[in-house]
């Protein structure tokens, strides 16, 4: 199967050459090459039973490598387990609008964090309205960039429970449909992000270098106040027992998966992806390996950004005191965090359901051979 570590192996080092891009994304290109190689070491297991050796090297561990996903979704969701609550859950995305999408690549950081900001004040604002809710709500965002066919397409995905606290402290549940119409989530969304965006210290290049003049930079703005902007809400969950791992796949989830790479053949890669514009169709894309690496490269976030954020009584300041005020109030059945971290090997067993600290062969406990071991394997 081709991955995207083949595809970088190959042309990575022609593409930063060539290309130059910014040292953290080198980084990323270099990690995902080095990826469980022995580049980045490992070591040794051996069954002293039947003498069965098995080499593991490292993970790069980087947040935009396919292959290093599936460990931290685990972890995640085993920690946010004890945070589900009974009641129904919603996913509601928010979407910036195609003519910033150039904005948002050139000034990411900001615009990200404009991002951010804008829709979740929107959602806990209105939750806030007596009028829908008149409730505290708690909500769980993270950030995309891409689309199917890996161009830039910045928007950010929630998870919201159906339900909040009151002012006095008791719980509000929502109606079996999302408490907040997705029209005027859009037009609040819309406004905040705009008024955000005005006050935000902004650099332009390229094509985008007239918006540095004040004047076409906010007529600029009042043409994206005259556009309709996308707020989506999917239907609820059917039970809360898929939610978690509904969410880490969205939490660990990179511009695109080695599954879904078809072929990379004289510089060729194709890839599969679904055209939302024709009913989710699936096709064939097939791109260069240069302006493939530059779409992947597109969604490389800045170095320590947040891409997932807790809000409301989520949120790490008040989370210990509201959210076990939430359990008790809707008379949650699930137990307290636990203060253990899952093993390496329990993750595994989660994963690929077999103990990889028995032999495969003959069921006997594998051993730590020594690390001299491992230069001696080709």
């Not at 387990?81 to 919603?90: A, C, G, H, I, R």
């Not at 029209?183 to 007239?210: I, P």
């Not at 890839?271 to 064939?284: A, C, H, L, P």
Request: charged content about 25%; some cysteine.
């Amino acid at each position: 199967m081709i991955e995207v570590q083949d595809i970088f192996e190959r042309y990575g080092k022609e593409y930063i050459d060539i290309y130059k891009p910014p040292l953290h994304v080198q980084k990323v290109i270099q990690a995902i090459t080095d990826c469980r190689t022995a580049k980045l070491g490992g070591h040794v297991d051996k069954c002293d039973g039947c003498g069965y050796i098995h080499v593991s090297y490292n993970s790069c561990r980087n947040r935009h490598c396919p292959k290093c996903q599936a460990l931290s979704k685990e972890r995640w969701i085993w920690a946010r387990q004890s945070e589900l609550l009974p009641v129904t859950y919603f996913h509601v995305v928010f979407t910036l609008p195609s003519e910033l999408y150039g904005v948002a690549f050139q000034n990411q950081t900001t615009m990200y964090n404009l991002l951010f900001k804008a829709a979740s004040e929107t959602i806990r604002e209105l939750a806030r309205d007596k009028k829908y809710l008149g409730a505290q709500i708690g909500l769980t965002a993270i950030l995309h960039t891409w689309g199917q066919n890996l161009t830039l397409h910045p928007h950010v995905h929630m998870i919201v429970p159906g339900g909040g606290l009151t002012a006095d402290d008791k719980w509000a549940n929502s109606r079996k449909k999302f408490f907040i119409p997705v029209k005027v989530m859009a037009k609040k969304f819309r406004g905040k992000f705009l008024y955000y965006l005005r006050e935000a210290k902004l650099d332009f290049k390229g094509s985008l270098a007239s918006l540095n003049d004040p004047v076409q930079f906010m007529n600029f703005v009042d043409s994206l106040h005259r556009k309709n902007w996308y707020v989506y809400c999917k239907r609820p969950f059917k039970t809360n027992d898929s939610i978690l791992e509904y969410l880490g796949r969205y939490t660990h989830r990179v511009a695109i998966s080695n599954h879904r790479i078809v072929s990379l053949i004289d510089g060729q890669v194709s890839f599969k992806w679904r055209d939302y514009k024709s009913g989710g169709m699936e096709k064939i894309m097939s791109l260069s390996a240069a302006e493939f690496i530059r779409r992947f490269l597109l969604h490389v976030l800045p170095s320590r950004f947040t891409k997932i954020r807790h809000y409301g009584f989520l949120a790490s300041a008040v989370k210990m005191v509201k959210l076990a005020l939430c359990r008790f109030l809707t008379r949650a059945k699930t137990s307290p965090p636990s203060p253990h971290k899952l093993s390496l090997v329990d993750l595994m067993f989660k994963l690929i359901g077999r103990d990889i600290s028995k032999c495969p062969r003959c069921g006997n406990s594998l051993s730590r051979a020594s690390p001299e071991l491992l230069n001696c394997i080709p």
